[in-house]
């Protein structure tokens, strides 16, 4: 049965809050390299005058991500450099078939390779992996999510890379979403044991209901269960997402089946063990989202190559 979601986190898109991570990012990767001083081959081999131009090329197939960065790390790296992007972010790579051009100063382009690789690199391979996951659910009404598992520092280019796979986003931070997990139970309770997740669950909403003018509070109440047992006690609480946490797919399917009885408007998220070998048999179970981690921390970096086409532009 196909649900429409009832609430849903932000997506991650090419915004000024992932400008400002791209340029910290990149003030990093210059510190790194130059810590204050010079790329001394490249000044020592290069002629301060000579212009080159170099395209970026996939060696290997996957999808586009970080090509909207390009031109804030430029930027940043205050390269006289010329852009030109000829892939649009989630379109598919081609290897051998260049994504984007830069033309300029030969050693303003030396310096910023590999920061430029590094980045572009980094989102393709999220993007490609997540594509790859996307398509195992096939016809499926379940929706992919991403989670918090992600390189510090990178939260946001590593869900914007995400969303160009075509998965969805789950919160960005703390900030965003309340989502009681089995920690908070344990240590929201007293020397007689956890509270109750019911009981969290209604103390959420009532924190969300009479907050939310006043301190902004997210609009998402979503609670962890890791069992049918505490599922049950939970859903007539009515929060707007119940995470499903290592069910089995036995257990998933009889979650699905007492929500869809009691014709319960919650949104019922399995995560845990989802692999891309495991995703196809918990995307036919029914539930609404599956959220995997794997998507940022167990992708790997795109291989992509500067190649030069003229290195002594006039």
Wanted: aromatic share 4%; with cysteine; proline share 4%.
């Amino acid at each position: 049965m196909s649900r429409k979601p009832v609430k849903d986190y932000q997506t991650v898109t090419a915004d000024s809050l992932l400008e400002a991570d791209v340029r910290s990012l990149v003030r990093l990767s210059i510190a790194e390299d130059l810590r204050d001083s010079l790329d001394w081959t490249t000044v020592c081999l290069i002629e301060p005058e000579r212009r080159g131009g170099c395209q970026i090329v996939p060696r290997e197939e996957g999808i586009c991500a970080g090509l909207a960065t390009l031109a804030w790390i430029v930027d940043e790296f205050d390269a006289d450099l010329d852009l030109e992007l000829i892939l649009t972010d989630g379109q598919t790579l081609t290897p051998g078939e260049p994504i984007a051009c830069l033309r300029g100063s030969v050693r303003d382009l030396l310096t910023s390779e590999r920061t430029i690789l590094n980045i572009v690199g980094r989102l393709c391979g999220i993007a490609s992996l997540t594509a790859n996951y996307v398509a195992a659910i096939g016809e499926s009404a379940a929706r992919l999510y991403d989670t918090r598992k992600t390189t510090p520092g990178w939260r946001l280019l590593e869900k914007y890379a995400v969303h160009c796979g075509g998965a969805h986003n789950h919160r960005s931070g703390l900030h965003d979403g309340f989502l009681i997990k089995d920690n908070h139970l344990a240590l929201a309770g007293d020397s007689q044991g956890p509270i109750p997740a019911s009981t969290a669950t209604t103390k959420a909403l009532q924190w969300r209901g009479s907050q939310i003018e006043r301190l902004t509070a997210p609009d998402i109440v979503e609670i962890e269960v890791d069992s049918l047992e505490q599922f049950a006690e939970v859903l007539p609480s009515k929060p707007d997402i119940i995470l499903l946490d290592n069910f089995s797919i036995n257990q998933l399917r009889e979650a699905v089946a007492i929500r869809n009885e009691r014709k319960s408007p919650v949104e019922l998220e399995a995560s845990g063990n989802v692999r891309i070998d495991t995703l196809p048999a918990i995307a036919a179970t029914g539930v609404d989202r599956i959220s995997s981690g794997a998507l940022t921390h167990q992708a790997t970096s795109l291989d992509l190559g500067l190649d030069w086409f003229d290195s002594n532009l006039s």
